[in-house]
């Protein structure tokens, strides 16, 4: 640009700022900052934060978006105390912190819904000539499923629970997912396990470099666990979501929840439902469970109640009567 252009785009700016008091020019030009918290630094969850960010600065005006980290259970924690001002959850997890029941002290009642993105399935990922064939071979063995406030560690616990046993019984590290991977890749860690869509793309880096294993639960442990906690149902990790790994592998799964607090505005709120939606295929583009984000699915598994800002924007989708 021309320093005569620059100087009238500068006047022009002038003229029109000249008009407003102090106040209103100040309250026009304040931006909106919203923190969003995502997964740990790795994954779906990670990876489709960072990318609803860069679409919410993109599109919505006066909005900085900042994705940081997170992990399931404590995102709920941050938005309900208003450390966070969106988060992602497991389903189940959203209703057990609104109810104050389970791994909460408390309720987080201020949590409210947005959307459902995609299901998250729980994937037990292992090296092929490992020797773990089952659940149950996990025990005794280096195991990350990681770290405390991780939903997936609790579930973990759960499901040993349901095997007669306790987390001491596995050799557990309490890690972030992209260090699990990495120790895994090193021969550190014999397994690594995280709810996330499929093809999770970190695992699909792993399997890059070697023969990966989608180790499945046996049909009596998914029974029980899904009757203990409802928001999961049964699932499968289909053969050929990773190509070295043929066989479809029995799981459980529970979706994931854009969540907001109720205290955030109706318009506002209405706003960031309306942006995501009409980019997913943006979304999608990044990542593969997020295909899943369609009209048809946005409102799986949610058992809290809906924002009113992103129960307009889907009531004017006709997706709810």
Known sequence: MTTRRVLLAALGAIAITIPISGDLAAEAQSPTFLTLRGGGSAGSWYIGSAIISTIVNREIENTIMTATLGAGNRNIVDVHEGAADYGFAVGRSAVEGFQGVGSFDAKQDGVRAVASLFPL?????TRQDSGIETFTDLVGRRVSAGQQGFTTFGVLQELLKLKGHTIDDVDHYYLNYADANQQLQDGQLDAV???TGYPNPPYSELESLFPIKVVPLDEDLVGRFTEAFPGYSAATVPGGAYPSWGQDSLTIAS?????TNGSRTDDEVYGITKTIFENRKELAGAAAPYRDFQPENVLNGIDIPLHPGA????????LIQ
């Open 121 to 125: 399935t729980l994937q037990i990922v």
């Open 193 to 195: 396990m995280a709810l």
């Open 255 to 259: 979706p994931t929840i854009l969540i």
């Open 311 to 318: 129960e307009r924007y889907w009531r004017e989708e006709g």
